[in-house]
């Protein structure tokens, strides 16, 4: 990989954009030991990393080779949405890697996000649910406040809010070579039945069957989330998706929308009109219906990127360095059983060779 990155001359190298202004994290203002720091170093020693902020009267800067979009907190303007329908028509890759819910951990309470993404991922063939989903089976460990003795405390607890799955697409060359992914705070994803003429889709990764999707879930606290919530709707569901092919503009049939105080009879804005791109050139584009699925899933991003840039060599050489996390605790049902097996399996041949003994010796 080193030599790979060596040998590519410095004016070939990729700039990848991440989208600023929207409450998104700047991934230059992370320690090297957090997992934001981590993943900014590893892409800065292939990449050129560089924050785009949209609205005004440019779009995504020339040189962007592919941008990230990463857990926007506010709404996305019509201006700036225009601005990266604009950069997939012309042929860029793109990842969306979006929350429905913001956590509170002071408050154990979760508020809705609204980034107002939906509609324009609707077009290309995404739906974003506005719900969270919950597996009180397959999770990971999380540290979070608990009344102990009348005073909160941090202790370790599985918190149902943070899926842990091993239903990847092997055919995927992102996530080829991961045995599993955590997706904290994810929405449901779903791929249209119909999608736009040239386009191709797939599910990349699903929560295990143990889930289940809770709309309107506003509490947070672990022995609320242990028992069944009301409408609560098991199954596995999708939480990563791929696209791939020519897509259509999404505002095709609607005004351009002008930047934030642009004068009504700007001539700029028939310019723009003529240079606009209805019917895209050949992109790439992944959503995640979770934003901390980035923290939490460094190779997967990693992978996407390379994917994203069409660089598939540095996939699959990365993914054979991925270390195999833990083995995963049985089920709560299963456990008695086993330990049963254990007990008696050892116990039992013993007691059969001293019946044995016992026959033989009448």
Partial sequence: RAIHVVAKPSDERKVVGYLQGNGEPDLAAFAADNPIGQLRERLAAQVTLRPVVLGGDEGVPDGVDALLVIGPQSQVPLRAQYQLDQFIMKGGPIA??????????QAMRATEVRHDLNALLGHFGVMVGKDVLIDRTRNEVMRVPVAVGGRPQLVPVNYPLIPVTSDLDPSSPVVKGLDRAVVPFAATLGLAERLPDGVTGGVWV?????????????HLRPDVLARP???EVPGSYPVAVGLVGPFTSFFANRPIPPPAGALPD??????????????????????VSSADFVANNLPFVLNAVDWMLQDELLISIRSRAVDVDRLDAPEAGS??????????????????LALLAWWRSR
């Fill in 335 to 352: 456990v008695g059983t086993w330990r049963l097996g254990l007990a008696l399996g050892p116990a039992i041949p013993l007691a059969l």
């Fill in 206 to 218: 699903r929560t295990e069957a143990t889930s289940a999707a809770v709309a309107g879930l506003r």
């Fill in 229 to 231: 919530i009301p409408d």
């Fill in 266 to 287: 700007d001539p700029a804005r028939e310019q723009e009109a003529l240079t606009r791109v209805l019917d895209g050139a050949p992109s790439r584009m992944i959503v």
């Fill in 96 to 105: 969306f890697f979006l929350s429905s819910v913001r956590p509170d951990f």
